[in-house]
Each structure stands twice: as structure tokens, then as C-alpha cells.
């Protein structure tokens, strides 16, 4: 019987905020196909499926570092759960860097015909360059990536592909992020004295990439002639005093929903080719209309415009204050969104699906 295997770089569960990490965490507490973890201890261990961990003491460090191979320790785990007799498919999140050695070690072990390698892609634009990418699509049995643009992307760039790809949106806690009723709205709104403002939102960490400063240098020329508008900007320290503008610093992603809820417009000036944006997809379930750049990943999740406004030059200051200006003038409702579209339960059975593919695919070999 086919088993599978997670090669995670991060100890799962994990305690902070991740997306990736989040989606498997509800993944595993219900029913999922994963057999076994291989990672460094984690603060506590998941209940139903096995781990294989890896070590990280000094000792191991020492030894890590005279065979000058970072990740021993991985294939060391790996190598406890491997049996000559059994198949297996063995998932892998971003990292990159383990994919050679690790087919390397497979080869060695006389067990790579016996694995089937699915490569996790939380990017959007391809991470090689042309010919120098070909060995690593070699390597691999799948590529996993979160948007069909995404692949649209690597099939226009890559003279040759040779390995399978899959699609898996990200997903959401519906039952976190949600609606409020219009009445349940303005009640929140009051608790936070807002209820005569029409609320923006901004959730991100503070880097460059992410666009604060482009919106800030908007919002700046909006607020001139429009007080009654207030921005929350969460997730990164106070910066300069400037009119309208709320810093709220990071809040846990439990109490994310509430600040979603009370809001009435979620921006997402992203500079960057996001992979998905899970920040956009929770704003447009609690009941936000979504105004975002047109870049990466963004358009596919907002079905190209159908599910919010998409800005064709994000780049340019303009496009954000004439943006924000059209909604204020000319109120959107937030489109009526599904619970299922971008779900964690979509995702999960998305999980399975491709996991069960997999598992035809290395029978047949």
C-alpha cells in the first residue's frame, strides 16, 4: 500500500501564523491520506498520523556540518521509514534545495523508481531560469501550484517541461471568516467608533513589495477632500502620523474575522506576483469589496474581476486614489461569495483528489 510522506523544513504543527502551515494544521485534525511527518520537534505532535523527526541537537550539528550536507538530518528520518518493498509519495513545500540531494539519496537507496516526488509551489512566476530549471522538473514526479495562471506562466516560459502539474487553491476557515448581517455590521462598527466612517483595510507584513507606501501616498491625497474615511493598517508598526490612518500593529489571525467584519473595503496594492493572497480571500468573506492589483495570482482569485476591482497599474498613485475615490462616489456591494469558494474543506478534498492521483500514477510503475 502506497504511503505518504510530508517533508516539512517547519515543525508541525506550527504556533505562528502561516498559510501553508495553517491549511495542512486543518488538513490533519480531520481526515487526510498523510502516513507520516518528517520534521524537527515540534511543540507538540499531531495525533493520527506518525512522525519520523529530525534531530537538531549539538551533536548533530557537528555532524552536519563535517559532511557539509544541510540536510542529513532529513534523510536520516527518511531513511527510518523507507522499506525496499513499499511505494511512496513524498510531498514537498517550497523548498527547493532539498529536491536534488533528495533524489540523489533516493538513487542511492535503489528507491527512486518507488517514489513518486510532488513539489508544493506557494510563488506564482517560475523559480528557475529556463535551461537551468530543466534538471529540477527532471527530478520531480509533480508540480503542485495555487492558480492556473501560475501554470500558464511556467508552461509560456519553459522551452521544455517535463514533469506533471496539478492545481490547488488555498483555503479559508469559513467559519471564522464570514459575513456579518447589516445590523450585526453596525453594531461592530460602533464598538470601534466607526460607524459614521466608511473603513479601509490593509493586512500584510511591512515590506516593500507589499505597497503600503503607494496607498499611503493615495490615501494622502483622498483624505484632503474626504474625512469621513478611515484606514486600518494591520500588521506592521506605526510609521508617520498621517490623517485617517489607524495603526492597529499585527493581530493574531483569530481576531482577524472581527477587524474583516467591520470593514467596508479590503486593498491589496501587492507590487509583487503574489501566489494567492490568503488575506484577500478572508477579507472577501467576512464581507469586504476587494480592490487589488492585477498582478500574479490576484486576477484568477477574483475571477478576473468578477468578485472585486482589479488595478491594471498598481504602480502608479493615481490608480489607488482614483480607485478609492470611485467607491466612495459609487458604493459596490461586496459580490456574494459561496462558503465553499477558497474553503479549507475545498482545499482538503483538493488534497485528496491529487494525493489519490498520485497513488494511480506510481501503481502503474
Known amino acids: 500500500m502506497t504511503k505518504v510522506i510530508l517533508i516539512s523544513q517547519t515543525p508541525l504543527p506550527f ?83 532539498i529536491v536534488k540531494p533528495l533524489a540523489a539519496f533516493l538513487v542511492s537507496k535503489g528507491l527512486r523508481s518507488n517514489c513518486c516526488l510532488q513539489f508544493f509551489y506557494h510563488g506564482f512566476p517560475p523559480f528557475y531560469e529556463n535551461y ?107 510609521k508617520t502620523p498621517q490623517g485617517g490612518v489607524v495603526y492597529l500593529g499585527r493581530i493574531p489571525n483569530d481576531e482577524l474575522p472581527a477587524y474583516f467584519q467591520s470593514s467596508d473595503c479590503y486593498l491589496f496594492p501587492t507590487l509583487c506576483h503574489e501566489g494567492f493572497g490568503m488575506s484577500l480571500i478572508e477579507a472577501l468573506h467576512c464581507g469586504n469589496y476587494c480592490i487589488a492589483s492585477a498582478i500574479g495570482g490576484v486576477p484568477e482569485v477574483l475571477q478576473y474581476g468578477k468578485l472585486g476591482k482589479l488595478i491594471e497599474n498598481p504602480h502608479f498613485v493615481a490608480a489607488w486614489e482614483n480607485a478609492i475615490l470611485d467607491f466612495l462616489e459609487n458604493p459596490a456591494s461586496p459580490p456574494m461569495v459561496s462558503s465553499d469558494l477558497y474553503s479549507s474543506e475545498s482545499w482538503s478534498a483538493g488534497m485528496n483528489s491529487i494525493i489519490t492521483n498520485a497513488k494511480a500514477f506510481i501503481s502503474d510503475l
Open 132 to 238: 537551468n530549471g530543466r534538471w529540477f522538473f527532471e527530478s520531480i514526479d509533480e508540480m503542485v501550484l495555487l492558480t492556473n495562471d501560475s501554470y500558464l506562466a511556467h508552461k509560456n516560459y519553459y522551452t521544455i517541461l517535463p514533469t506533471r502539474f496539478s492545481v490547488l487553491h488555498n483555503g479559508i476557515d469559513t467559519k471564522k471568516f464570514f459575513p456579518l448581517s447589516l445590523k450585526e455590521k453596525q453594531v461592530t462598527k460602533q464598538t470601534k467608533n466607526t460607524n459614521d466612517k466608511t473603513v479601509f483595510v490593509w493586512c500584510s507584513q511591512d515590506r516593500p513589495k507589499k505597497g503600503l507606501g503607494i496607498l499611503l501616498e493615495a490615501w494622502k491625497r483622498v483624505y484632503e477632500t474626504r474625512q469621513d474615511i478611515v484606514l486600518w493598517v494591520i500588521g506592521c508598526d506605526p
Open 15 to 97: 504556533s505562528k501564523i502561516g498559510s501553508w502551515t495553517t491549511l495542512y494544521k486543518n488538513y490533519l485534525q480531520k481526515e487526510h491520506q498523510i502516513d507520516f511527518i518528517v520534521c524537527e520537534p515540534p511543540e507538540m505532535q499531531f495525533e493520527n498520523v506518525k512522525y519520523s523527526l529530525v534531530a537538531n541537537d549539538l551533536i548533530f550539528k557537528i555532524r552536519r556540518k563535517i559532511k557539509k550536507n544541510k540536510y542529513l538530518g532529513y534523510f536520516e528520518a527518511l531513511d527510518k521509514i523507507l522499506r525496499a518493498n513499499e511505494k511512496y509519495i513524498i510531498q514537498i513545500v517550497d523548498n527547493f534545495g
